[in-house]
C-alpha cells in the first residue's frame, strides 16, 4: 500500500485547505493513521491522528481547533481540513500510519507529502 497525500498549495492567512490521502493498492491496515508536517530546516512534527473506527482523535496543541482529521467509510481514503491557517503552518504534510499512539517511535509509514505554504 502506498500512501499519497494531495491539495496543498499557496494560500494567505486566514484561509482554508483540505488535504486528502489515498492508500492507493489496498487499505490502511495499522491501527492508527494520520499526519505529520515538517517546515525546512525543522524536526517532524505530529499534527493529528486518529484510530480507524473514528474516534478518539488526537491534534498537536499547534492546530488544535483549527484542524480536524477525518476518513471516508472506505477504508482508503482521509482528510485534514486545514482552517485559519497560519505561517507557521507551512511545511509538507505527510499521511501517515502508526501502530501505536506514541506518535514517533509508532510510526510505520508514509508517503510523499504535498507542500502547503501560508503567507502573511
Known amino acids: 500500500v502506498q500512501l499519497q497525500a494531495s491539495g496543498g498549495g499557496l494560500v494567505q492567512a486566514g484561509d482554508s485547505l483540505r488535504l486528502s490521502c489515498e492508500a492507493s493498492?489496498?487499505?490502511?491496515?495499522?491501527?492508527?493513521m494520520g499526519w505529520f508536517r515538517r517546515a525546512p530546516g525543522k524536526e517532524r512534527e505530529f499534527v493529528a491522528a486518529?484510530?480507524?473506527?473514528?474516534?478518539?482523535?488526537y491534534y498537536a496543541e499547534s492546530v488544535r481547533g483549527r484542524f480536524t482529521i477525518s476518513r471516508s467509510s472506505v477504508k482508503n481514503r482521509m482528510y485534514l481540513q486545514m482552517n485559519s491557517l497560519k505561517p507557521e503552518d507551512t511545511a509538507v504534510y505527510y499521511c501517515?500510519?502508526?501502530?501505536?499512539?506514541?506518535?514517533?517511535?509508532?510510526?510505520?509509514?508514509w508517503g510523499q507529502g504535498t507542500l502547503v505554504t501560508v503567507s502573511s
Open positions: 501517515a500510519e502508526y501502530n501505536g499512539d506514541d506518535w514517533k517511535s509508532d510510526l510505520v509509514s
Open positions: 486518529m484510530r480507524w473506527r473514528g474516534s478518539p482523535t
Open positions: 493498492g489496498g487499505t490502511f491496515t495499522s491501527n492508527y
